[in-house]
């Protein structure tokens, strides 16, 4: 008898536990529901002043991914910044490429 009542004791409360998870949820859910449009457009926002993510890669980790660097930080480069690298990495490669390697101005 005493253990039909503790299993009985027990199902009640599971009971209560499931209803309170389940009205958590539910209110996670409609909370989601709500924030998830708003985050969106921030982020579209938020990505389109993006220009590249990079990172140094002597902050690799040990190992790779079929031959390629694994890192867990990451450095981003606003979108009008990335221009002005761009245009000094191609200034730098067309350089290098020539014959005059001093860069000067012949």
Known sequence: AEH???VAEHAVAVAAVRDRN???K???QAELAAWEPAARAVYRDWASDLGVVY???DKAGPRGIN???MFTS???LHCED???VRAAVIREQQRRESDDLLGGTE
């Open 82 to 84: 990335w221009e002005i």
């Open 22 to 24: 389940s009205a958590a």
């Open 26 to 28: 539910a209110a996670y």
């Open 74 to 76: 990451l450095c981003m």
């Open 67 to 69: 031959g390629y660097p």
């Open 55 to 57: 990172e140094s890669y």
């Open 4 to 6: 039909a009542v503790a």
